[in-house]
């Protein structure tokens, strides 16, 4: 018999076919877990997740229970409807005018604003002029400045032209809203492209129909942007309001719910048993507008949406 020697014994090598390698190309790479980013992951959820539900909990109790039990549980005896129906009829509905009152100071001061972005942006990113550089150093200088130390000044202002205690006097000084200009600014470098500008000027087009019907869709997920954070700015801005207006019909909710809080910790006219809860729950409902917005506007945050705009 013929010995088998070791190189016999081997199988040949069999090659992997092409539908093989193809598979192996297109594989994806095999996902990586990190235990200290999934802690911080977790913790930042919990930090932003766990106001809320304590929020959604204590509107569920009374007053009682607000004070002597868990924070982080529910009452024996869910009181929520009854506390959403007492919010709506306390001092005759005087909350359903200052959420009213919210949204139209919130929903005009948005719009405006990030129209006037818009336009800022879009001039200081497309022209040039004189000063140009000035005036957008002007523009950064502005957002270092906060928004607390314009108020007095701002008032002093406001006092003189007569415009305190009334709605423009919380509106105009939202309008002015130097980030969102930067924000446009720097957007509208990439977003419009130049052989658009210049198609549109050689089909005859003026420049304020480009930047209504070109320029504005071209901006529209940077536009959504700066109106979402002047959307909340307004919204949950207090000290404005609180120098600027003493008519209680004219509030928004976060004074109007401080003017609650206030009656129910020095027991004015008014006040009942179960101010604290009602001013708990009437926060509750006040954060479900922006819930609403932010879930109807996500959807036009998207990119790309100059491509196709020149045909090639």
Same mark, same amino acid.
């Given at each position: ?212 019907? =070109?320029? /504005? ?6 536009? &959504? @942007? *700066?109106? #979402?954070?002047?959307?909340? !700015?307004?919204?949950? +801005?207090?000290?404005?309001?609180? =120098?600027? /207006? ?6 928004? &909710? @976060? *004074?109007? #719910?401080?003017?609650?809080? !206030?009656?129910?910790? +020095? ?46």
């Amino acid at each position: 018999m013929t010995a088998l020697t070791p190189e016999a014994t081997v199988a040949p090598a069999v090659e992997p076919t092409a539908d093989e390698q193809g598979r192996k190309r297109h594989r994806p790479p095999a996902r990586r877990r990190s235990t200290p980013l999934t802690i911080a992951m977790l913790a930042a959820l919990a930090y932003f997740l766990l106001p809320l539900l304590w929020l959604l909990i204590a509107s569920t109790k009374s007053t009682q229970d607000l004070f002597n039990s868990f924070g982080l549980w529910f009452s024996h005896a869910p009181q929520l409807l009854t506390h959403i129906e007492d919010t709506f009829t306390q001092d005759d509905g005087v909350f359903v005018s200052w959420l009213l009152n919210t949204v139209v100071y919130a929903g005009v001061s948005a719009v405006g604003a990030a129209l006037l972005a818009a336009a800022g942006g879009y001039g200081f990113s497309k022209f040039r002029f004189r000063g140009d550089r000035t005036a957008f150093n002007l523009v950064l200088g502005a957002v270092m400045v906060p928004t607390t130390a314009l108020a007095i000044p701002t008032y002093l202002l406001f006092a003189k032209a007569g415009l305190v205690n009334t709605p423009w006097a919380i509106i105009l000084p939202s309008l002015v809203n130097p980030f969102g200009l930067y924000l446009m600014r720097v957007y509208a470098e990439d977003a419009v492209p130049d052989s658009i500008l210049e198609a549109a000027r050689i089909d005859g087009a003026g420049e304020a129909r480009i930047f209504f019907r =070109i320029v /504005l869709r071209l901006l529209s997920p940077g536009l &959504v @942007t *700066v109106l #979402l954070f002047t959307l909340v !700015a307004t919204w949950n +801005n207090y000290f404005l309001p609180l =120098i600027m /207006l003493n008519d209680p019909d004219l509030y928004p &909710v @976060t *004074v109007g #719910l401080s003017s609650w809080a !206030a009656q129910a910790q +020095n027991g004015g006219a008014g006040a009942s048993s179960d101010m604290f809860a009602l001013v708990v729950t009437g926060s509750l409902i006040s954060i479900v507008p922006l819930v609403v917005a932010f879930l109807m506007l996500q959807r036009y945050w998207q990119s790309g949406l100059a491509s196709g705009g020149v045909k090639q």
